[in-house]
């Protein structure tokens, strides 16, 4: 005699009738009621894999590799995801496994899933069916439609669905999961994001995987990444090195490097092939490519190596500002400020540079700083070098330039003569000169900066093909201690023909 279920098993309302498809009942019946957990079910989870020579093909087992379990441990517990990883370390078979698996535990449960082109989108959804086709029969739920596009559970009121990253692909759709697999070669990434927001405010996944092999640095993806690794979007960032997956060494390595078909060397060098299809680091996998990069990176490396420690000054706190090296008598300074949008978003940044040498003499670099916190210990570093001081204006600046000159003893530059226009003002053509300056000034080593992490923010500047050449940070990365070094080495020469050279002769100093 057969069974039938009715009603809604996600409330708990089951009633049996001796029906037909009684089996696909008591199946669902035993998912709801034991809840198998996603760990569980990866025991049976079996996948296919081709044969290859010197290697035997067939349906294997899942294995547990560690960097897996961590990705599963987040699946199961966080809303917002993206991984950057090495070529072939199993994110894609355990995405297809996740997904089965909440298609037929959560009543109701949709899921979509996008790749870059309708081809890869298809293979995509093959891994899903390989993963079903291959469960133990008694665990098996009908499947229906069961299509190149979609892998249904009408039983459970569950899909999932496959699209190409097409520009309107998703737009109708709220899912409980949208998946973005090789998310960086998205063609319509920024449109694909955008629609599934209802899915994210609904409080349902979103993951967001890619190896960084497209050259573009300035793609959604790893601005999304970059931002996560900075805990400012939400999402819960993963890197997976080629070494993740065992039995990867460095002699497996040497070969895969030694072995790059010939098409891709002739346009990428075996070093950045490797740095973008098999990464060692975070860093290697998204470091703009050197043609794009505003600044001479050979330089600034050379920098990084002759970065100090800050010395610490009587009546200052050093967790807030950094001090170089202390003012001497006779040597005129220039200053520049530039104010974040808030706290926790970019950084505020004050520089104090020795007009004569191009030295940066004193920082602040935060970005957990009030206004009201940077205002005050710029202040105290501009009246300490008694320095010619060039906030920039922009909205936040007029702030900081208004609460700076309520406190008094600092000496700001104007941009006219009649004194009005405090500053330095930001638009096109101010900046297209302050960034030509200071790339020449910095690669041609006229500027020296002991500052680590104010550093590092120019290897992040590039020449955004995109926006016709135009010199930006890439996404998820900031501009504002480069910009702040470059208003101050721009104006230089106000401090250097100033009546009031620093007068300071004697301080006392700890290390």
């Avoid at 517990?77 to 894609?92: D, P």
């Avoid at 721009?490 to 009546?499: I, V």
């Amino acid at each position: 005699m057969s069974r039938e279920i009715r009603g809604n098993p996600a409330e708990g309302k089951l009633s049996i009738e001796n029906r037909g498809g009684g089996r696909e009942a008591g199946l669902v019946l035993d998912i709801i009621e034991k809840q198998l957990s996603f760990p569980s079910f990866l025991e049976v989870v079996r996948l296919t894999e081709p044969p290859q020579l010197g290697k035997e093909g067939g349906i294997k087992k899942f294995e547990k590799w560690p960097h897996l379990m961590e990705l599963v441990k987040a699946l199961i517990s966080e809303k917002q995801i993206v991984v950057l990883k090495s070529r072939q370390v199993g994110a894609s078979w355990l995405i297809a496994a996740y997904s089965v698996w909440l298609g037929m535990s959560k009543y109701g449960s949709e899921v979509l899933l996008f790749s870059k082109g309708e081809l890869e989108a298809k293979e995509l959804l093959k891994k899903c069916r390989r993963v079903y086709m291959n469960l133990p029969e008694h665990m098996k739920i009908k499947a229906d439609p069961d299509s190149a596009t979609e892998l249904a559970f009408p039983v459970m009121g569950s899909s999932i669905k496959v699209l190409a990253a097409t520009e309107s692909a998703g737009v109708s759709f709220t899912s409980s999961l949208v998946v973005c697999d090789e998310w960086d070669e998205h063609p319509h990434a920024e449109e694909n994001f955008a629609a599934s927001k209802p899915t994210r405010d609904a409080g349902g996944q979103f993951v967001g995987i890619f190896t960084a092999s497209r050259p573009d640095p300035d793609t959604l993806a790893k601005a999304v990444f970059r931002e996560a690794q900075e805990g400012v979007n939400g999402f819960k960032a993963f890197f997976f090195p080629w070494g993740s997956r065992p039995g990867r060494t460095q002699e497996w390595y040497d070969e895969v490097k030694r072995s790059i078909p010939a098409r891709e060397l002739a346009k990428l060098t075996p070093e950045l092939y490797m740095a973008r299809n098999y990464p060692l680091t975070a860093e290697e996998a998204l470091r703009p490519p050197q043609a794009s990069l505003a600044f001479d990176v050979e330089v600034l490396e050379e920098m990084m190596k002759q970065t100090w420690v800050p010395l610490r000054l009587e009546g200052f706190d050093w967790t807030k500002c950094n001090i170089w090296q202390p003012p001497y008598m006779g040597e005129r300074y220039i200053a520049a400020s530039d104010t974040s949008h808030g706290v926790g978003l970019d950084y505020s940044a004050t520089v104090i540079m020795d007009a004569r040498s191009g030295l940066v003499v004193a920082d602040i670099l935060s970005n957990v700083l009030s206004l009201e916190e940077f205002t005050f210990y710029t202040v105290k570093l501009l009246r300490l070098y008694d320095a010619f001081w060039f906030p920039e204006d922009n909205e936040w600046g007029s702030m900081l330039i208004n609460l700076a000159l309520r406190m008094g003893g600092v000496r700001i530059g104007y941009r006219d003569e009649k004194r009005t226009r405090p500053g330095f003002h930001s638009d096109e053509r101010s900046l297209l000169g302050l960034w030509g300056e200071l790339i020449l000034a910095i690669n041609s080593r006229q500027i020296k900066i002991p500052n680590a992490l104010g550093l590092a923010q120019f290897k992040d500047i590039i020449r955004n093909i995109a926006k016709g050449g135009k010199i930006e940070a890439v996404r998820g990365r900031h501009d504002d201690y480069p910009i702040t070094v470059g208003m101050c080495w721009l104006h230089r020469h106000r401090a250097l023909s100033s009546s009031s050279p620093h007068s300071l002769s004697r301080m006392e100093w700890r290390e």
